[in-house]
């Protein structure tokens, strides 16, 4: 299962990294995905990255300010998440994507959801 930390308050405009870890295993050889959610909204993807880190894919809403990325120890994977905007409030999830299916895929192929970590922009 898999545990996401580093959530926070922050202003707007600001930078928080999140961090995500796996009991059990590591990270490498696996694509693995943030996904956020808004209260009243359906859980959404925003980034993922493939086994082999040399497709990484991001949202529209996140793009140009978000990065993922491995540690060298390929055993967390990591969020960085620069220009915060109020509408980046949400409950962030890291998961793995355990179905094969069409690169990014959908929610519904991610797995091993663990508890989020809360992002709160706010001044």
């Known amino acids: 299962q898999l545990q996401a930390s580093g959530g926070g308050l922050v202003q707007p405009g600001g930078s928080l990294r999140l961090s995500c870890t796996c009991t059990?295993?590591?990270?490498?050889?696996?694509?693995v995905g943030w996904f956020r959610q808004s209260p009243g909204k359906d859980r959404e993807g925003i980034s993922s990255i493939n086994s082999s880190d040399d497709n990484i894919y991001y949202d529209d809403s996140v793009k140009g300010r978000f990065t993922v990325s491995r540690d060298n120890a390929k055993t967390t994977m990591n969020l960085q998440m620069n220009t915060l905007k109020p509408e980046d409030t949400a409950i962030y999830y890291c998961?793995?994507?355990?179905?094969?299916?069409?690169?990014?895929?959908?929610?519904?192929?991610?797995?091993?959801w663990g508890q989020g970590t809360l992002v709160t922009v706010s001044s």
């Open positions: 059990g295993f590591p990270l490498d050889r696996l694509a």
């Open positions: 998961a793995i994507k355990t179905r094969a299916s069409d690169w990014p895929g959908t929610v519904d192929d991610f797995g091993s």
